[in-house]
């Protein structure tokens, strides 16, 4: 207990079959952070999540978290994790305050405290017009604020987040962010998965998965700043004819067009890259103009989850 | 205390549940009658009304008067009289009548010839219950208005029908059906119990809290306990008034065996839901069990007449033993402590099946 990280893993691998979901990932998690996992469907990402708290049994490697080793006995655990399902887990037949009583029971919150603390909850996910309905009933939004109104009851320290916004409209993301940084201010660590950019670059710390392999881990910030690649943004008239112009540039090694704007990567390596992206619609005959500019996360994705051939370009 | 906190949330959240789920609630009640309905009116061994064709060839004052007696007895209904013995054969094979008889024209002369039939008796023989009561229509003396009485002969062998002595279907089907009823609703409840939770994904939520897998297993077939007992009362109280089948023994004994045998279905229900993965699977798994418990545990058909296989097979299964209690208490009145082999593999039983239900279901997904 006290220790620095909530959650340190070391080579932490499971294995369905022949599918290798997670390989030999490596994880220190500090307390009192929000900790992203970015990667597209299929990167280990809610397999890693259930390792880590006891629903599955790794294949290899280990994992200690909140001073409980994985795999063990994960019993000492449960009480002191709170865990949000990609789909929505409570009880769709019980109202919205029967699933609080519930998990408060279920977790023998002090029943002196336990009237108070439902209301509380009520109140801070802004759930009180709605605590006679039925859960099932609920709007998406709704049903994720009382996902994490029971996931946090028992104020656990650590919370464990497997895409919790993948249903919700984008004004119910903000707020639930919000309540998010308000439950790490308190002290809460919280590991969360996510596929969305907007919600990587919120957390404090990140590491991005790809294929069950962690391919980088740091700060947005940090991450942003050592891509290994220029960023060269280009404005094009016909962006179609400008992509399939620099998709043959040897030196190129991605294209992303985003509306009349072009995304190129550039590994760092080549000089001048303004200048050869310039040169190479010139020559091709394609109007355009090309500037630098910094690197955003999704670069970062793309840059991390390239090919060595590509990367090597 | 924990414990005892996370049970009783388990046990709350069940019935509150099960109280929204109407249909469901509709079927705890509507299942029983419904079912003592229809064994305890339309289902009948001991047939009356058979459909039957008559040919009187012989046509003579003794040959109406024998017609007369039959349809007298009211184990048949001649609803048609034809000419030949073939009119009969059609009517047979289009299925209009059970019983085609044949008076021939000599009728009265066949009376006296002891080496002769009198009556030809035409059995639609597909249905052996048919062909049993035609069978007793053998016995049936033919009356001479004549002084020429024939000899009364005397049996050789007098049945005497302890406790059922009117040989009513009811007082031999209901402590039977009781057995039936609770089996199939209560492990039908407990069978998709832990399956709809986990096809619901409640479970990966239930399993990432301290609850324990025994808790669990507990708080959820605790509800269906007295939905066991209410049934049970209710089935006991329709064969009472309307069939006015008796409980001899006592009600007490009656009770504990009726737990014994509730406890051990919600059990065999709960391993059928650890062993299933949607509730398709555990439906099918419940009828699998279902059928062999109507057929060969002694409801149907008399224990000790089934093959030895298929002894073999009833002798596993709760419900013979629950059936061989009830009619024990029920009817010949016999104390709980006479029959406690029976009591004790109930018993057993829930034990075995409730540790490997236990086990079986682990908190982990792989």
Known sequence: MGAEFAIEARGLSKHFGDLRAVSDLNLDVPRGQIYGFLGPNGSGKSTTIRMLCGLLTPTMGSANVLGTEIPGDSRTLKPKIGYMTQKFSLFGDLTVRENLQFIAEIYSYPRAERASRIEELLGKYDLHDQQTQFAGTMSGGQKQRLGLACAVLHHPELLLLDEPTSAVDPQSRRDFWANLFRLAESGTTILVSTHYMDEAERCHRLAILDHGVKVADGTPQDLQARTGMHIVEVIAENPYAAQSTLDGVAAIASVTQLGVRLRVLIPERHENPVQLVEKSLAEHGVAGSASLTAASLEDVFVAVTMSPEERDR | MKSLSRLNAIIKKEVLQLSRDRLTFGMVFGLPIMQILLFG??????????????????????????????????????????????????????????????????????????????????????????????????????????????????????????????????????????????????????????????????????????????????????????????????????????????????????????????????????????????????????????????????????????????????????????????????????????????????????????????????????
């Open chain 2, 41 to 366: 009116y339309a289902i009948n061994t001991d047939v009356r009304n058979l459909k039957t064709a008559v040919a009187n060839q012989a046509n003579t004052h003794l040959s109406r008067q024998f017609v007369a007696d039959l349809r007298a007895t009211q184990v048949v209904k001649i609803v048609e009289t034809v000419a030949t013995p073939d009119a009969l054969e059609g009517l047979l094979r289009r299925g209009k009548i059970s019983i085609g008889i044949v008076i021939p024209h000599d009728f009265d002369r066949r009376v006296v010839d002891n080496n002769r039939a009198a009556v030809h008796v035409l059995v639609d023989g597909s249905d052996p219950t048919i062909l049993a009561v035609a069978n007793q229509l053998r016995t049936m003396p033919i009356r001479f208005d004549t002084t020429l009485q024939s000899p009364k002969k005397q049996d050789l062998i007098e049945v005497r029908p302890y406790y059922n002595p009117e040989r009513r279907t009811p007082v031999n089907i209901v402590p039977g059906l009781m057995g039936v009823i609770l089996m199939m609703t209560m492990m039908l409840f407990t069978a998709v119990a832990i399956v709809r939770e986990r096809e619901r994904g409640n479970l990966e939520l239930l399993i990432n809290t301290p609850v324990s897998s025994a808790e669990l297993m507990i708080g959820k077939v605790t509800p269906y306990i007295a939905i066991g007992l209410l049934q049970l009362a209710i089935i006991l109280g329709f064969g009472q008034l309307l069939f006015d089948v008796p409980v001899r023994g006592s009600i007490f004994d009656l009770y504990v065996a009726g737990s014994a045998f509730i406890a051990a279905n919600l059990a065999l229900g709960l391993l059928i839901s650890t062993a299933t993965q949607t509730q398709f699977q555990a439906m099918q798994m419940t009828i699998f069990i279902l059928m062999p418990s109507i057929l060969l545990s002694g409801f149907m058909f008399p224990f000790d007449g089934m093959p030895v296989i298929a002894q073999y097979i009833g002798e596993i299964l709760p419900t013979t033993h629950f059936i061989r209690l009830t009619r024990g208490i029920m009817l010949r009145e016999a104390p709980i402590s006479e029959l406690t082999s029976d009591l004790f593999f109930l018993i057993g039983f829930t034990l075995v099946a409730m540790t490997i239900a236990a086990t079986r279901f682990s908190k982990r997904l792989d």
